[in-house]
């Protein structure tokens, strides 16, 4: 049984719902998934202006050193011009440790976002984080076109072959569809499946 991290970071909730789906399919599957979020690092006078809500119902990552224990991990970020928010990446900044000994290098890495516009920065925050991933070592799983649900343009939606992703809108009003949900458990299964038989 592969055991996989969802790490995510999320100040209005939309990819803390993605963490959970991506969560979900990875036990649908049948391995084992934990979700972590990384700690908040906005002065509090901030995050209480912008409206920033707790990230109520998962527990803080322990530390990076916990990235060790893990076959897979899923990083999950809202895009912050493009690119993923400082909460995360200063979470991966302090990894060095673990680049020096190696120590992620073939554990299979994914990646999931949201954004506000539809256009506003899907695929380069996604690859944003795989950067990170690469140079860590970690062998990456995209959201490849098993998922069906990423083409068409019947509706808008997000889902990626980067990573598995959702539209939040200019507001925050739009949660995730059922569709871009879909997209986070099937990413979650593939991840699971692929370290399932990397590390047999
Ligand atoms: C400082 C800042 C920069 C942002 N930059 C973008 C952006 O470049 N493109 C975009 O579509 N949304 C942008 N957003 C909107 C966020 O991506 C949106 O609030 C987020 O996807 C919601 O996810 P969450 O509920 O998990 O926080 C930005 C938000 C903030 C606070």
Request: hydrophobic content about 35%; some cysteine; aromatic content about 8%.
């Amino acid at each position: 049984m592969a055991r996989i991290l969802v790490l995510y970071y999320s100040s209005y909730g939309h990819t803390a719902k993605m963490a959970e789906a991506v969560a979900e399919g990875v036990r649908e599957a049948g391995h084992e998934a934990d979700i972590r979020h990384v700690p908040e690092t906005a002065p509090a006078e901030v995050a209480k202006a912008a409206g920033f809500q707790t990230m109520e119902g998962h527990s803080c990552i322990e530390g990076p050193d916990k990235l060790a224990e893990y076959d897979g991990i899923v990083v999950g970020s809202p895009t912050r011009y493009g690119r993923m928010a400082s909460q995360m990446a200063s979470f991966w900044d302090q990894t060095g440790g673990l680049w020096m000994k190696g120590a992620l290098v073939g554990k299979v890495g994914a990646v999931f976002t949201s954004t506000a516009s539809q256009h506003g920065g899907q695929e380069t925050t996604c690859f944003s984080i795989i950067t990170n991933l690469l140079h860590m070592g970690c062998t990456i799983v995209g959201l490849d076109y098993g998922f069906d649900g990423q083409n068409g343009v019947d509706e808008v939606k997000g889902g990626t072959p980067y990573g598995a992703s959702t539209i939040a809108g200019g507001d925050g009003s739009r949660q995730p569809s059922e569709v871009e949900l879909s997209g986070a458990r099937y990413l979650g299964k593939r991840v699971a499946e692929t370290a399932s038989k990397l590390h047999d």
